[in-house]
Nanobody, 116 residues
Framework: QVQLVESGGGLVQPGGSLRLSCAAS????????MSWYRQAPGKERELVAA????????NYAHSVKGRFTISRDNAKNTVYLQMNSLKPEDTAVYYC?????????WGQGTQVTVSS
């Protein structure tokens, strides 16, 4: 049974930091590219960051470049999203996604709210 379980979301003040985690099980994590998406109320889901299966390359949405860092630990079957200098416009539900071998798996999402 494939599972992607996000954690680490919450309420944070502008300028603060959060670290999201996504724990994977039920598939061979190390051969899948991983990504983080987000969806704000009334908006379409958008790609935030993605990382290759071995972790050697990552790319970011322009809006988060320089503030967010995606990383992965294949020994722990976990992908992370370190979010610094958070802004109110970063408020959204954040989802992790595994992609590869013609398959795509999604987590349930974790809420991030940036507000004073």
């Amino acid at each position: 049974q494939v599972q992607l379980v996000e954690s680490g979301g919450g309420l944070v003040q502008p300028g603060g930091s959060l670290r999201l985690s996504c724990a994977a099980s039920g598939f061979t994590f190390s051969i899948y590219a991983m990504s983080w998406y987000r969806q704000a109320p009334g908006k379409e889901r958008e790609l935030v960051a993605a990382i290759t299966s071995a972790g050697g390359s990552a790319n970011y949405a322009h809006s988060v470049k320089g503030r967010f860092t995606i990383s992965r630990d294949n020994a722990k079957n976990t992908v992370y999203l370190q979010m610094n200098s958070l802004k109110p416009e970063d408020t959204a539900v954040y989802y992790c996604c595994a992609t590869g071998w013609g398959r795509e798996y999604w987590g349930q999402g974790t809420q991030v709210t940036v507000s004073s």
